[in-house]
């Protein structure tokens, strides 16, 4: 049995016991359990559930592991000979969680 979640926008497929790399939530402690109820598709072993958009009734509980922050990424912009180059970094903060139950 799996579901396709959104979480803050972006769509994740998520399996009982499965661990997900979503992008921050702020209002979450580790240890902290949090329900998702934006599940957009639900499949049992038998038969497939399609939202429209969401599925009424179906939601996730996941339990958060951690915080932490990704790899740097780079971004650098250059225009052919004028001289003009900058460099520029980032870290992607993310929330690591575990999906402890998906209710159909």
Do not use: C, S, W
């Amino acid at each position: 049995m799996y579901a396709i979640v959104e979480i803050k926008g972006f769509q994740f497929r998520a399996e009982k016991n499965a661990t997900l790399r979503v992008p921050l939530l702020n209002t979450a402690e580790p240890g902290q359990e949090i329900e998702f109820d934006r599940v957009l598709l639900v499949r049992n072993e038998e038969d497939i559930v399609v939202g429209t958009p969401v599925v009424e009734g179906a939601a996730i509980v996941a339990e958060v592991i951690d915080h932490g922050k990704g790899k740097k990424k780079i971004i650098f912009h250059k225009k052919r000979r004028k001289g003009y180059r900058v460099k520029k970094g980032y870290r992607e903060q993310f929330t690591d969680i575990r999906i402890k139950d998906i209710r159909a």
